[in-house]
């Protein structure tokens, strides 16, 4: 069966660091995937998307990578910032239903 | 939140009682989805809408029932046939069913 899953729960990151989240996906046959932050007590908020068509996208901070051969996605973020602290989820989309990972809880140290 | 609304923020449910959870955009969507999440995992589709009067089960539809009797709006009910209720629920909506999906705020049910 189809399965997302992010590398690691936890990030810890020193402010104006660079951040890279991975994740992980199994199923194929999916062609669409995005990135979610979520603030403690609140809803997703969409970050970026990327096509299986397309290797990488860039946003602004934040760029997105597919590498299809490992099924394989990443979410860098540049210069984190306090803002940035929250739990990232990867997730796939095949037809109507999205999938998602456990997410990534990041941390940012000042 | 990009004009989707849910309410209550906070939900309190009795033993063998059903309450609704509100769903409301603004954005013209034509599709909506329902998720619930559990603490330190991700989301989970109870129910979707791709169009108004049509609806289809998710991978957790037991416990559950909604309507969508209006674009706007796509309600959830959770009954008392759901025997674990306690979870964030969260709202979705997109332009198609095919599309990016954007959040509601959420609400959070408890049991008490």
């Known amino acids: 069966g189809e399965s997302v899953g992010l590398h690691l729960p936890t990030l810890s990151v020193q402010e104006g660091d660079n951040s890279i989240i991975n994740c992980a996906y199994s199923?194929?046959?999916?062609?669409?995937f995005i990135w979610y932050k979520q603030e403690s007590g609140k809803g997703p908020q969409f970050i970026i998307d990327?096509?299986?068509?397309?290797d990488k996208r860039q946003g602004q901070r934040v760029t997105v990578l597919l590498n299809k051969t490992v099924k394989h996605l990443s979410l860098q973020i540049a210069a984190t910032q306090p803002g940035d602290s929250a739990v990232y989820f990867c997730?796939?989309?095949?037809?109507?239903?999205?999938?998602f990972g456990a997410g990534t809880t990041v941390t940012v140290r000042a | 939140d990009g004009g989707i609304t849910q309410s209550p923020k906070y939900l309190f449910r009795k033993e063998g009682q059903n309450v609704t959870l509100s769903c409301e955009q603004n954005?013209?969507?034509?599709?909506m989805y329902w998720y619930r999440q559990d603490p330190g995992q991700g989301l989970r589709l109870i129910y979707y809408?791709?169009?108004?009067?049509?609806?289809q089960k998710g991978d957790i539809a037991e416990g559950y029932s909604v309507s969508r009797e209006k674009k706007e709006s796509f309600p959830l009910t959770v009954t008392s046939a759901q025997k674990n209720p306690t979870a964030f629920y969260l709202c979705?909506?997109?332009?198609?069913?095919?599309?990016?999906?954007?959040f509601g705020p959420g609400t959070r049910l408890l049991v008490l």
């Open positions: 809408s791709q169009i108004v009067n049509d609806f």
């Open positions: 997730a796939e989309k095949n037809d109507y239903k999205l999938s």
């Open positions: 979705a909506s997109s332009i198609m069913v095919q599309e990016t999906q954007y």
């Open positions: 199923n194929s046959a999916s062609d669409y």
């Open positions: 954005l013209n969507h034509d599709a």
């Open positions: 990327i096509r299986s068509n397309m």
